[in-house]
T-cell receptor, first 114, second 118 residues
Framework: NAGVMQNPRHLVRRRGQEARLRCSPM?????VYWYRQLPEEGLKFMVY????????ESGMPKERFSAEFPKEGPSILRIQQVVRGDSAAYFC????????????FGEGSRLTVL | AQTVTQSQPEMSVQEAETVTLSCTYD???????LFWYKQPPSRQMILVIR??????QNATENRFSVNFQKAAKSFSLKISDSQLGDAAMYFC???????????????FGKGTHLIIQP
């Protein structure tokens, strides 16, 4: 049973470009979470999605960031017009249900903005 | 808002010895979960142990156990018989239970870097 798959593992973008990070949850999981980890920091919650719905985006920056989880295909975190401060590791996690409490994490995507 | 505090940026222990990592949290909720995650150099977050707030018994997973003090809002992790493979960043995390109406995400502490000395 494959775990949470994220790609790309590493992404380099120049300021002003767009970054797209993908996440395929564990098989059977319909709940996806995105987190951001800055250097020397813990993970910060960004957004929680179920299939086709954003449930909680309280941690998402108001501008340039968006997330989706379509009926078919992976969840995508999109960052438009990236700036150097967006450089971080972005982790995706999935869970079987909302109430179980246990999240399974992917290996993360490291975004570097030049 | 919930907060999680890990007051030890770094801890060092001799191989085969026991080490305790501290974590305190702040919440007004009664229904919640607490977790310890391990992040080795590969960066993947690996769940070490979880505790439901309604359970009085401390969770145990092999060499890992917790000391959950609900009144004190303390959730420390004890690693017995430390092994070289235990070296990693350890993050304490909080999640509100389903009966609450707040955020669904985990709230993480800033982490403790655990060094195992051979």
């Amino acid at each position: 049973n494959a775990g949470v798959m994220q790609n790309p593992r590493h992404l380099v973008r120049r300021r002003g470009q767009e970054a797209r990070l993908r996440c395929s949850p564990m098989k059977g999981h319909s709940h996806v979470y995105w987190y951001r980890q800055l250097p020397e920091e813990g993970l910060k919650f960004m957004v929680y999605l179920q299939k086709e719905n954003i449930i909680d985006e309280s941690g998402m920056p108001k501008e340039r960031f968006s997330a989706e989880f379509p009926k078919e295909g992976p969840s995508i975190l999109r960052i438009q017009q990236v700036v150097r401060g967006d450089s971080a590791a972005y982790f995706c996690a999935s869970s079987l249900a909302r109430a179980t409490g246990e999240l399974f994490f992917g290996e993360g995507s490291r975004l570097t903005v030049l | 808002a919930q907060t999680v505090t890990q007051s030890q940026p770094e801890m060092s222990v001799q191989e085969a010895e026991t080490v305790t990592l501290s974590c305190t949290y702040d919440t007004s909720e009664s229904d919640y979960y607490l977790f310890w995650y391990k992040q080795p150099p590969s960066r993947q977050m690996i769940l070490v142990i979880r505790q439901e707030a309604y359970k009085q018994q401390n969770a145990t997973e092999n060499r890992f156990s917790v000391n959950f003090q609900k009144a004190a809002k303390s959730f420390s992790l004890k690693i017995s018989d430390s092994q070289l493979g235990d070296a990693a960043m350890y993050f304490c995390a909080y999640r509100q239970g389903s009966s609450g109406g707040g955020a669904d995400g985990l709230t993480f502490g800033k982490g403790t870097h655990l060094i195992i000395q051979p």
